[in-house]
Structures are given as structure tokens and as C-alpha cells.
């Protein structure tokens, strides 16, 4: 069986070259492909709301079934809530991840329904979003009903909201209005209702607000009724089981006032999106990092919590302690078994072991691998009901803190203090659920080398690739995240900024190589980096990524196991370093670029590279210099910039951040190279306003005086934060053109900062 791994979940893959629409050919394989190149701007609009599926099995020519309920079947990775209906509990999928959406299109489910509203927990919460759905009866063109949206546009914007449309991928158009405080269902209900008779007033040749079908030819039927909590819409960017794979796709008001307006296919959406972004992107807040990492939804999918005294939380629990618990657990259900659970990532990893763990080394015991536990779980005690899952009587048997030696998908090594069980244990998979596990013995004492403290990284200098011959020099591609020293001693891990700044539990993610390399002590140099979802890595991303989530990439070694390497030749270093890492999961050795320097630069803008960075061969390490031996090449420009203050935002944007005033240290102070006020999410400029609040001043910090729009209503901070933009060029002026907010460069200081040509 075929399969496709992604965001760190395998599918398995059925029939993928199954014609789903005969008319154009499109197979189940590209609605699949669709559903994961279009994950980034589709999720944030599924986020918090169940998701009903219409499925195609065999194509839309032939049935079609609405599925709400989850199978048993699903993916235990899925995240599940119970909802209560007044007949019956369903269990819905909640939506986070690519990999999500990948299991959407394995299962034919071309179309993706959600409501306004959001979960609260495990019950229904209110509606953070109004919905109005255009349907033109018989008889009324796309082109009239995109009229009638911009007069529904003209109504919503007198009443300080912003309306943001769609064509329907159907027959009509859809219209979305962000709530800034969200309300109920019924609330919501109740504005569109108005909104749609007040229309229908004005227009009633054109717009009806019934719902009776026999007034709707030759009119547009202003569907107000989808708000109502018990229904629900397509979902934005949902594929529709129409003739051809069409899209309910966001558009822009020019579009619709433009006139000729079709509906889109999926080909033409995915370009769009590729060039222009989510134009859906102010319609629905980004979301938590919290929520994309959140694994209790199989738990909270196979328990009812009126009818179970179990803890049933609705996100995992983050635990201050020195060291992660572990609990095992007596459990009478239908046959005694113990439940084996350990600490990780504010969730309880749990294990089901029959004959409790072994005592003997020389006896491995049979482990069935289940749905993660809330912490809470580690101290229950008490009577699960018969007839609910689990049923049965559950006690503490034993219970302490552990810690990691290993942690792989297939493998899990960890040291137990317990009261009665204390040692080491092995976790090994052998079949999906199925796993042994192992008595260690006791973990030989390493011998301790002294490694050097507080490196500070070899620097590149900005240059061109002119002269740097292909026998000379390495190429490899320059990656766009935060530089970083990592020093490993045995299983002990520091990561370090370029200015020293500990960020350890920053990129936490970074720290499981230290049970990879638990038998060394090593110094390595690389970047902490989050990749998007094309697989670049993204320093925007970076900055509100969960800890867990940012990964490695190394490209140099400057000691390992008592042997300073910093004066071997880079290629000598380059040859320690894949032998030390190549084949680790944790960790990416930097790849080398064949060919030319100008080859290797090109191959860097076609993969959407940063740009590229050329070291000699023969150079050897200069800790904490700026040199000549290594050369630095962007694609596309950034500079570094000192904040000096800011104005503040307008209209929806009122008590935040409208844009930061910039500038670079001179020898006359700091001077001004304009302001940005584009490339913010919503997060980051409250964030940004909570660091910079406590560092107003009264007078501005800039050498000279600001032009007049610029300072007026500014607001003065101290020069110390550094953040980083991209831009178009420099003006004659000496200003950014055009530049775009990257984030916070916290592990530069102001002196680091100067002018990039």
C-alpha cells in the first residue's frame, strides 16, 4: 500500500489515480496533492470548528454521502470533539495540520463543511464570523450577483465591518464578515437577517430574504440562515463535487466590480495562492501555536465527560517541574493490564502492558501503544462506568520521574525513579501499535572531556561570487532562521545565540540530539530553522513556532571528544561531520551545492533559497570573526534595523502598532531609514507593543528630525530592540523602499546592526 508522509504523519493511500471528475480527468491523487499545497491559507479558516465531509467515493457522477460522525477507523493522530446532539453524541474531527486535509482527499471527501462558530472546549462557543451566501435563481448571472454582493459590501462597511468574498465554487458567491468580539449563534443569525431584509427593501426586484423557493427566480436569495448554530458552509478553498473541480475560491473587490467573473478551478486557485497569498488572511485570527500540537483529541473522542469521573481537559497541560513524570496504573477492565505512561510535550505517551514491566533482562513484555492521557491522568483513581470506554476500576501502582535517553518514533529509551520500579527501560515498535518492552541494563558512566564555553560562530562577509573557483571553494545554500552553537556532553545540551543569549528552551526541539550523540562531547555549528510548508525555511515562521517544532541544520564542528578541530581545514571538519550525523532524524547536515559558484547560486533561487554561502576549502575555523574565507550571497534583500519608535494603528487597528519607525546606527546616532508597517500577523504587533511599551521616551532617538507624516502621533522608544525586514532597494534618500517586517532578531544587538548593500 502506498503512502505520503506529511507534517510528520504517515497516509495510507488508496486508489490515488481514480478518476473523480470524468469531465477534466482529475484523479484522486491531485485532490490530495490539492488539499496539501493549499493547507497554509485553508487551515486557518478550519481551526476550532468540527468539520462535516461530503464524500465522492466514485466520482461525482455518481453518489455522494455527508459523513459527521468519525470512524473508528480514523487516524488516532486526528484530533476529535464530542458534540452533543438531541438525539445522539458525534464525534467530529477538528482540523490542524496538512496532514489533516491529506486524509480528506484519501477519503473522496471533495467538499469540506464547517460552521461560524468555534469550539469552546468540548461544547459549541460563539460565532467569530458572519457568513451571507449569494444564490442566483434561475435566470441571474455571476456577474449580477457579484452587483449585489458589493451593495452587501457598501452595507456591512457603514456599519464598521470589512466583508471579505468568495466565488462559491457552485453557482454563486459567498460573503465572510469577521466579528471582533464573536458572538452567539442566534446573535450572528439575527445582524445577517437584518442585513438581508434591509437589502431586499432597497432592492426588491433583484434581492429576496425568504426562504420560500418560489420567490427566488429571476432574484438572488440573500441567504442569511447558515449562521444558525446547526448549520454549517462550504469551507474557503474547499474543492466542490460539481462537473469540473472547481473551488470556493477568495477573491478581491476589483474582481467582482469588474465584471466577466467565472467561477475558479483548483489549478487556477493554487496559482493564485502561490502569488498572492491568503486574501482570506484578516478573516480569521492565526492560530495558537498550542493548537497545532495539541494530541488529546482521541482521547476526548472515545470519552463523554458527563459520564466518566476521568479528566477530560481540551488542551494539553503545561507542567513546571525539573523533571517529566512517569505512572503506571492497575487497570481491572475487561482483563487486568497495567497502563505505562510517560511524560512528553504536556501529555501523558501511554502504553498498555499486560504483564506490567519487566524484572528480568532477559524478558521482553508485549506493549499496545494508545491514545495520549492528559497530565491530570497521572494521579486518577476511581471507577470508569461499565459500557463506557475502558469500563472498569483504575489505581496508582507505581509512579516517579524519568529520564530520556532516546525518543524516536520506533524507539524510546528512559532511566525510571520510582518507588517500586527504578532502571532502564526499552520502548522498540514492531508493528504499528505493537511494541516490546525491554530491562536495560544499568548505562555505563561516561568519561567527562572538557569542552570550551560560550563559542562565538565564524561570521561570513558580504562579497560576490566573482573569481571563486569550483576547486577552491564549497558552496552550500544559506538558510534563513538564527545562528546558533549547540554544545552537547554527553546527553547535556546548551544552545547558544551568536551573542550568546541561552536559548535552549527557545528551540527546544533542537535538544533531542543530545540523546543521539549521548556517548560525545561535541560543538556544533549550524541554524535553528522552522520550514514552511514547501518545504523553505522561514524566519518568519520561526518566530512563533512552539520550541518543539524548530529544527537543526549543521554545517560545521569545532570540537568532538577532547579534539579542538577549529584549526583543520574545512574539508577535513566537513568529513567529521557526516560521519558524526549523517543518518540522524534529529539533525540536518547542510547540504553541499555541485558545480559553480554561479550554478550554485541559481539552484539556491530555484529551491527559494536565502542565497548561498562560499567557504574556502582549505580555511580553517576563526571563532567569533568576521572573515574573508567565507562569502555570503543573498537572493533577495534584508537588512537588520534598530526600532526607535511608533505610530499607532487606525481603525480596526486602534490601540495597537500601525507601523515601527527604523533606523541604523551612524556616526552621528540613529538614523532614520523609514517605516513598516506591512508583514505583521495580528500576534506579533501585540507582542511587539507589550516589549516596547516599557521602553517610551519623551524625545525621539533618531540623529535627525523625522518628515512630518511620519512622526506625527509617534511614540519614542529607547534604540535596544532589534528586528530584521525585507525590501525592495534603497531609495537616492537612503530609505527602504517597499520593506516588509521579517520579526525580532533577538539574538542580535544594536552594534551588530549595519547598513547590508
Known amino acids: 500500500m502506498a503512502s505520503l508522509e506529511v507534517a510528520g504523519r504517515q497516509i495510507a493511500l488508496t486508489n490515488v489515480d481514480k478518476v473523480l471528475w470524468p469531465e477534466t480527468g482529475t484523479t484522486k491523487g491531485e485532490v490530495i496533492d490539492y488539499y496539501v499545497d493549499i493547507a497554509p491559507a485553508m487551515l486557518p479558516h478550519l481551526l476550532g470548528r468540527p468539520v462535516t465531509r461530503k464524500r465522492w467515493p466514485n466520482g461525482v457522477q455518481a453518489g455522494s454521502f455527508f459523513e459527521k460522525n468519525l470512524a473508528a477507523s480514523a487516524p488516532d493522530w486526528l484530533d476529535r470533539r464530542r458534540l452533543h446532539h438531541s438525539d445522539r453524541v458525534v464525534v467530529y474531527p ?64 457603514d456599519i464598521g465591518l470589512t466583508a471579505y468574498p468568495l466565488t462559491s465554487g457552485s453557482k454563486g458567491i459567498h460573503l465572510y464578515v469577521p466579528l471582533e468580539k464573536p458572538v452567539s449563534s442566534s446573535g450572528a443569525s439575527t445582524v445577517a437577517k437584518r442585513v438581508a431584509t434591509l437589502l ?95 494530541s488529546l483529541g482521541p482521547y476526548r473522542g472515545k470519552r463523554t465527560a458527563s459520564r466518566t ?63 495520549d492521557h492528559p497530565m491530570d491522568y497521572a494521579s486518577f483513581e476511581g471507577t470508569i462506568p461499565q459500557g463506557e470506554y475502558g469500563g472498569g476500576e483504575v489505581s496508582v501502582w507505581d509512579h516517579g520521574t524519568f529520564t530520556t ?40 558512566q561516561p568519561t567527562r572531556t572538557e569542552l570550551p564555553q560560550h563559542l562565538r560562530p565564524m561570521l561570513a562577509s558580504a562579497g560576490t561570487l566573482s ?39 527557545r528551540y527546544a526541539g533542537i535538544t533531542a540530539l543530545a540523546a543521539d550523540l549521548s556517548d560525545h562531547a561535541v560543538v556544533l555549528d549550524g541554524e535553528a530553522v522552522v520550514y514552511r510548508a514547501d518545504g523553505v525555511t522561514s524566519f518568519q515562521a520561526l518566530q512563533d513556532a512552539h520550541p518543539d517544532d524548530v529544527q537543526f541544520i549543521c554545517f560545521d564542528i569545532l570540537h568532538l571528544d577532547g579534539t579542538d578541530l577549529t584549526g583543520k581545514k574545512f574539508t577535513d571538519r566537513r568529513k567529521i561531520l557526516e560521519l558524526l550525523l549523517t543518518g540522524l532524524e534529529t539533525v540536518t547536515v547542510s547540504p553541499l551545492l555541485p558545480g559553480t559558484a554561479a550554478g550554485a547560486l541559481s539552484e539556491t533561487e530555484r529551491r527559494g533559497w536565502e542565497g548561498i554561502v562560499a567557504k574556502r576549502r582549505d580555511s580553517t575555523y576563526e571563532v567569533g570573526r568576521r572573515s574573508t574565507s567565507w562569502i555570503k550571497v543573498k537572493n533577495w534583500r534584508t537588512q537588520e534595523v534598530v526600532i526607535g519608535g511608533w505610530r499607532a494603528g487606525k481603525g480596526s487597528r486602534t490601540g495597537s502598532i500601525g507601523s515601527l519607525l527604523l533606523g541604523i546606527p551612524s556616526e552621528n546616532g540613529l538614523h532614520y531609514v523609514g517605516r513598516v508597517g506591512t508583514g505583521f500577523t495580528e500576534r ?29 502621533d509617534a511614540t519614542w522608544v529607547a534604540p535596544t530592540v532589534v528586528g530584521e525586514v525585507r525590501y525592495f532597494e534603497w531609495t537616492d534618500g537612503g530609505s527602504l523602499r517597499h520593506p516588509s517586517w521579517r520579526g525580532l532578531r533577538e539574538d542580535k544587538t544594536v552594534t551588530d546592526v549595519r547598513r547590508e548593500d
Open 405 to 444: 535517553e532516546k525518543w524516536r518514533d520506533d524507539e524510546v529509551i528512559v532511566e525510571l525513579e520510582g518507588e517500586r520500579v527504578a532502571g532502564r527501560y526499552a520502548l522498540i515498535r514492531t508493528d504499528r501499535d505493537q511494541w516490546l518492552v525491554h530491562r536495560m541494563k544499568p548505562r555505563p
Open 309 to 371: 469521573p476521568e479528566p477530560v481537559p481540551t488542551t494539553p497541560t503545561t507542567r513546571e517541574s525539573a523533571d517529566p513524570i512517569f505512572v503506571i496504573q492497575e487497570h481491572h477492565a475487561r482483563r487486568l493490564h497495567y497502563d505505562f505512561r510517560l511524560e512528553r510535550d504536556g501529555v501523558l505517551v501511554s502504553w498498555a502492558v499486560p504483564k506490567n514491566l519487566p524484572t528480568d533482562e532477559k524478558k521482553n513484555h508485549l506493549a499496545v501503544h494508545t491514545e
Open 467 to 505: 573569481g571563486l573557483e569550483a576547486d577552491e571553494w564549497s558552496f552550500e545554500g544559506k538558510w534563513d532562521g538564527v545562528r546558533i552553537v549547540a554544545t552537547l556532553d554527553h546527553g547535556d545540551v546548551v544552545l547558544e545565540s551568536r551573542t550568546g543569549q541561552d536559548l535552549t528552551r
Open 684 to 712: 506579533q504587533r501585540a507582542d511587539l507593543l507589550t516589549l516596547l511599551r516599557p521602553s517610551v521616551v519623551d524625545e525621539s532617538p533618531f540623529d535627525e528630525p523625522l518628515p512630518t507624516a511620519d512622526r506625527r
Open 200 to 294: 431586499e427593501e432597497r432592492m426588491p426586484d433583484l434581492v429576496t430574504a425568504s426562504m420560500s423557493k418560489a420567490l427566488r427566480p429571476g432574484k438572488i436569495f440573500l441567504d442569511w440562515s447558515q449562521n444558525n448554530g446547526k448549520k454549517t458552509t462550504i469551507a474557503p478553498y474547499s474543492l466542490r463535487g460539481r462537473d469540473r473541480p472547481t473551488v470556493a475560491a477568495p477573491r478581491t473587490w476589483d474582481e467582482l466590480s469588474g465584471g466577466g467573473l467565472a467561477q475558479l478551478s483548483f489549478e487556477e486557485v493554487l496559482a493564485r495562492f502561490h502569488r498572492d497569498g491568503d486574501l482570506l488572511a484578516g478573516l480569521d485570527p492565526e492560530p495558537e501555536a498550542s493548537m497545532s500540537t495539541d
Open 94 to 157: 477538528v482540523f490542524h495540520t496538512a496532514a489533516d486535509l491529506a486524509w480528506l482527499g484519501q477519503q473522496a471527501a471533495l467538499e469540506a463543511h464547517v460552521p461560524q462558530w468555534t469550539f469552546d472546549g468540548d461544547e459549541q462557543g460563539k460565532a467569530t464570523r458572519i457568513v451571507f451566501d449569494l444564490d442566483p435563481g434561475e435566470g441571474v448571472d455571476l456577474d449580477t450577483c457579484a452587483t449585489v454582493a458589493c451593495e452587501v459590501r457598501a452595507m456591512i462597511t
